[in-house]
């Protein structure tokens, strides 16, 4: 059983640009939640996908937009970057819907240095 | 509204003390809650829930509703629990989490 894998590790990117963050969610997991996580503070949800369409969002910018795949990877995209943006991005895995959902099982996460 | 409160930063205790992590949560209605652990340079990971009422690595925690509390307890601490620990909450299993600040939790020799 794979692990949830997230790419790439670090990046650095220029105020105003866009970036595009990576999930490969644990075997057999169909729903996929994104964290943004700033220095010195707790992960705070972005939003979450169930079975390729969205299933809840935090208070985050439209800036901010996913996609999940048919084989449940999914991406985190951000547009016109700020400097704000900068913090470790965080993917969960978990399977189900509902009360019968499973714990979520988090990735190493992504290091993005907006400058 | 839905908050996760962790008051220390910082918690530094010998090898052998108890130790003792607070958290206090505000929630309308029933949340589960969780603490997670993140060891050095190792990804986050699930310690314990409290629907599951187990000791993970000694660790327990206790839900207490009319406090609104969920703190997490070890009797004698270990180096090798040095670690940053999140307190959690979320309406259902695998939904969406709501962290606190987090606690570093320091157990020297």
């Known amino acids: 059983e794979t692990g949830v894998t997230q790419s790439p590790t670090h990046l650095i990117k220029t105020r105003g640009q866009q970036v595009t963050l990576r999930c490969s969610s644990q075997s057999g997991h169909n729903t996929v939640s994104w964290y943004q996580q700033a220095l010195g503070q707790g992960p705070q949800f972005i939003f979450q996908y169930y079975r390729e369409e969205e299933n809840g969002r935090g208070n985050f910018p439209p800036r901010f937009s996913g996609l999940q795949f048919p084989n449940y990877s999914s991406e985190l995209n951000v547009n016109a970057l700020e400097l704000d943006d900068s913090a470790l991005y965080l993917c969960?895995?978990?399977?189900?819907?509902?009360?019968?959902?499973?714990?979520?099982?988090f990735g190493q996460g992504t290091r993005l240095t907006v400058v | 509204a839905q908050r996760v409160t962790q008051p220390e930063k910082l918690l530094s205790v010998f090898k052998g003390a108890p130790v003792e992590l607070k958290c206090n949560y505000s929630?309308?209605?029933?949340?589960?809650l969780f603490w997670y652990v993140q060891y050095s340079r190792q990804r986050l990971q699930l310690l314990l829930r409290h629907i599951s009422r187990e000791s993970i690595k000694g660790f327990t925690a206790d839900l207490n509703k009319g406090e609104t509390s969920f703190h997490l307890k070890k009797p004698f601490a270990q180096e090798e629990d040095s670690a940053m620990y999140y307190c959690?909450?979320?309406?259902?299993?695998?939904?969406?989490?709501?962290f606190g600040t987090g606690t570093r939790l320091q157990v020297f020799p």
């Open positions: 929630y309308s209605g029933s949340p589960e």
């Open positions: 959690a909450l979320s309406a259902l299993s695998g939904d969406k989490l709501i």
């Open positions: 969960a895995s978990s399977y189900g819907q509902g009360a019968g959902r499973t714990e979520a099982f």
